[in-house]
């Protein structure tokens, strides 16, 4: 998977350098580029934002540079993948742009080779643009993500991005405004690093255990709607606090009816509306009394 991410402080992208994501990069699994947005200003000051039309306070990312960087990131993507790329010169305008993919700060550019066994990417990726008024992200979008052979994250600053940005290449290709919470960030990068993590650890090969992901809270399937219960490691008891006594049986029916009792009853108690969201047509007896 290609992930393209535009930042007026690419900096903040050192921690994709480290552990499952820095490990995956290493592989070839994630080819991450970091490109610092005032590489497409052209004036002294490398200015990437104006006042507000209408008023008001703050101020707004101009989109001028923000179509020349996703412009010439769309044409080094189409130019990578090379004639047999599905491109089309609408899709992958030239631009005369500064031109090659920055690696700014300390996030050092991936390995360049296509993700390993996936598909080629396509002319145009899918973009992202993270901001409070966005769709929530949730863990079915980190999958859908985790799909795609190439994805563009745009982060924000100030007010955010100047609206016909999105209108511009949502004509074109799937662009998504997705929100990390119900919470104001001063910007979109802290956003990009949660949703690279959640989608990168889906990527195959990633986890060390490819069950992991099917048993945490969200996963398709059973716990779509269900947080995990309490998790227990070694000793038995510490600080005189035992671990659930089931856990130690070896009994695999009990432990897995006592691991689905325990998520139910954290859903009810943290997230009530999970709860009751939860399909009944899925519940059993035993659920149902709790
Ligand atoms: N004026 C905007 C509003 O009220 O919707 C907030 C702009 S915020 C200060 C600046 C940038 O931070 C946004 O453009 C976005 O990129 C990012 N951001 C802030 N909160 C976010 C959230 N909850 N989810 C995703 N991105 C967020």
Known sequence: MRLDIVSIFPEYFSPLDVSLIGKARERGTLDVRVHQLRDWTHDVHKTVDDTPYGGGPGMVMKPEVWGEAIDAIIADGAAANGPAAD?????????????APATGGSAAPGP??????G???????????P???????????????AAEPWLLFACGRYEGIDSRVMREYGARMRVDELSIGDYVLAGGEVAVLVMVEAVG???????????????DSFAPG??????????????????????????LSGHHGRIARWRRDEALRRTVANRPELAAAIDPETLDKHDRKL
């Open 87 to 99: 491109a089309s010169p609408t899709d992958a305008p030239p631009t005369g742009s500064p031109g």
């Open 112 to 117: 360049t080779a296509p993700a390993t066994g």
């Open 119 to 129: 598909p080629a990417a396509p002319a145009t990726p899918r973009i992202i643009v």
């Open 131 to 145: 901001t409070p008024s966005g769709r929530p992200f949730t863990q079915e979008i980190a999958q859908e993500l």
């Open 201 to 215: 650890r889906l990527l195959p090969g990633v986890l060390g255990n490819v069950h992991s992901a099917v048993d």
């Open 222 to 247: 059973a716990m779509r709607n269900l947080l995990e219960g309490p998790v227990y490691t070694k000793p038995p008891v510490w600080r005189g606090h035992e671990v659930p006594e089931v856990l």
